[in-house]
């Protein structure tokens, strides 16, 4: 049975919804709406409102394209018009405690230039009902959020988080939570987010644990994150100032990206947009800021999946185009050297080029900064424990690919959104597994098994429950160095 609840926060009060022990508050804002005068500024705090707000509906989103090219048969895009985009969805328990519960603040993927808190696939009823309280951050995306324009700040849409996390810091008492103990989370970009934020130089501190799942790790310097702004701006027949970009309406840059980047992926290249090395927001790389201390105080759940690529490569059908010569030339253009591919080659004989390929694109965007960072933490005595996701997919022979561990995390098998991804069918059991292990890391409790050190010890999430081994795949990460 559904009855209304309210709740007071420093902008005023807000109406939202309890369900089976679940209090709901959607599309609250954390900043103002980023549009008009504030549009490719940082952001500001919103105004306060009076009257009862409600939160019964999710908020807009942020604009952006639906995924192409066949992902859109399995990464879903939902579109709400209206300016007010930076907002919080917030799942609590109903019964509230004296000294607050954990709090786990989601960040969504999708490449930087999709998601949204309002896909279904990201509700955290079952973290509340848990003992959490779950918030999903809105962020600016693509050229509203990372864009780098002559005279605006960089990292927007970082910035937005940063901005988010602070508010969840000052508000989220009011929802039951413990803002001592907040957790941040991603997946995807949105783990990249998640690094980002532990070397934020001004919200780091805000954080006691952290999750990032199959995340790029990387910044990139200002002229070549740059690229893609400066190709939008060709295609607008337009400057890069934040005068001429915020002339342009929102839809028209959209049509210009479409243009631009409807094929590309991590696999196939093509621009796209990522953090931008930047003295007040991304003052390092995150993998070398993480690599180097920045966030030792806070203990980090990391991993990936096993089969990240064949997201990109089945769907798209890349796998069938992708050839031996194909592969010789991304060896050449990467600067990865004959040995690293002739090992994975030897790993995988009977498989296609175009698995050779993902593999080794996939170890060098995340599992090699992952280990780097792992074995960095482990020498200062900073808790990381890995893992590692391998059940199979059956849909599209997706295997484990990139995406396919979300509906076990958030213990969602049933959404047609994760059905999509998983079938039907999916074990439920591993689902259990795996949401109850984000639960226990969130509360501060050890997730289950050995936090890494020099035995390098992986949790494998699959169809056999629990196994706990060494690093898989050891000797393709170790030939890089060699």
């Known amino acids: 049975m559904t009855r209304f609840t309210s709740v007071t926060i420093s902008s005023g009060p807000l109406r939202g919804t309890t369900v089976d022990g679940v209090d709901r508050f959607l599309g609250v804002p954390y900043a103002a709406a980023p549009f008009g005068p504030l549009r490719f500024q940082a952001p500001r705090p ?77 509700d955290g009823s079952r973290f509340a009902r848990d003992g959490i309280v779950f918030v999903a951050l809105n962020y600016r995306l693509g050229v509203e959020g990372f864009a780098v324009l002559d005279d605006a700040p960089l990292n927007l849409g970082l910035a937005d988080i940063a901005h988010g996390l602070q508010w969840v810091h000052e508000e989220i008492a009011a929802f039951g939570g413990d803002p001592t103990q907040i957790t941040v989370a991603g997946q995807s970009a949105g783990g ?92 390092g790389s995150p993998v070398d800021a993480l690599a180097g201390g920045i966030a030792d105080h806070v203990d980090i759940l990391i991993g990936t999946t096993r089969d990240e690529y064949r997201l990109w490569t089945v769907p798209t059908g890349l796998s069938e185009r992708i050839g031996r010569v194909h592969l010789t030339l991304a060896r050449l253009k990467s600067g990865v050297g004959r040995c690293v591919v002739a090992r994975y080659r030897a790993n995988r004989r009977g498989m296609k080029a175009g698995d050779v390929l993902g593999a080794v694109v996939i170890d060098m965007l995340l599992r090699r900064p992952l280990v780097r960072i792992a074995d960095a933490r482990s020498r200062r005595g900073a808790r ?99």
């Open 46 to 122: 919103h105004a306060r409102w009076d009257e009862e707000r409600d939160a019964t509906r999710n908020g807009p989103t942020a604009p952006q394209n639906p995924y192409a090219d066949g992902l859109e048969r399995l990464l879903p895009t939902i579109r709400i018009d209206g300016a007010e985009i930076l907002t919080a969805n917030i799942w609590a328990p109903t019964e509230r405690t004296g000294g607050g519960v954990p709090v786990l603040v989601w960040i969504h993927g999708g490449s930087l230039s999709h998601g949204s808190n309002a896909l279904p696939m990201y």
């Open 192 to 283: 990249t987010l998640v690094a980002g934020l532990l070397g934020h130089p001004t919200v780091g501190h805000l954080v006691r644990r952290a999750v990032i799942q199959s995340a790029p790790l990387q910044a990139d310097d200002r002229s070549k994150a740059g690229r893609i702004t400066r190709l939008v701006a060709d295609k607008l027949g337009t400057g890069t100032t934040r005068a001429e970009f915020a002339a342009q309406k929102p839809e028209t840059i959209l049509g210009a990206l479409r243009a631009l980047t409807g094929k590309a992926t991590p696999l196939a290249g093509g621009p796209g947009f990522g953090l931008v090395l930047d003295e007040s927001t991304v003052p």
């Open 384 to 482: 990381t424990w890995v893992y590692e996701f391998v059940w199979p997919s059956p849909v599209e022979r997706l295997g484990a690919a990139h995406g396919v561990e979300l509906g076990f995390v958030f213990d969602l098998l049933d959404l047609p959104e994760y059905r999509a991804l998983n079938g039907h069918g999916a074990p439920q059991q591993l689902a259990d597994d795996m949401h109850g292990v984000w639960v226990s890391f969130a509360r501060g409790d050890d997730p289950g098994w050995p936090a890494w050190d020099e035995h390098r010890k992986v949790r494998i999430f699959g169809p056999v429950p629990g196994p706990v081994q060494p690093l898989p795949r050891a000797d393709e990460i170790d030939v890089w160095d060699r």
